[in-house]
């Protein structure tokens, strides 16, 4: 079983930046594929964010490449979404999510701990 809990979610400032972190527990850290995952209010999930279990290889959504940037630390066993020129659109909330898997993993069906989510506002 794994335990994951996001914090750094807040109101923000269109233009304006936050970090987001996850932090896990009760697995190796270092066996997990992480990602992350933004829900707005009455859209479906949509992935944001992934990072490979050695920190080597990530991948980002369209919507959010050159803006965010997912990094992780396999020895304070978390992951960091760095989120920068935040947008109106970007409101949402956020989770992280871990599966035991060497590959970037970009699907919802393929991850299989979540966290409970952050709330992100952005304001215009």
């Known amino acids: 079983q794994v335990q994951l809990v996001e914090s750094g979610g807040g109101l923000v400032q269109a233009g304006g930046s936050l970090t987001l972190s996850c932090a896990a527990s009760g697995r190796t850290f270092s066996s997990l594929a992480m990602g992350w995952f933004r829900q707005a209010p009455g859209k479906e999930r949509e992935f944001v964010a992934a990072?490979?279990?050695?920190?080597?290889?990530?991948y980002y959504a369209d919507s959010v490449k050159g803006r965010f940037t997912i990094s992780r630390d396999n020895v304070k066993n978390t992951v960091v979404l760095q989120m920068n020129s935040l947008k109106p659109g970007d409101k949402a909330v956020y989770s992280c999510a871990a599966s035991s898997s060497s590959y970037v993993l970009i699907l919802e069906k393929q991850y299989r701990y979540w966290g409970q989510g952050t709330q992100v506002t952005v304001s215009s």
């Open positions: 990072i490979n279990r050695s920190g080597g290889s990530t």
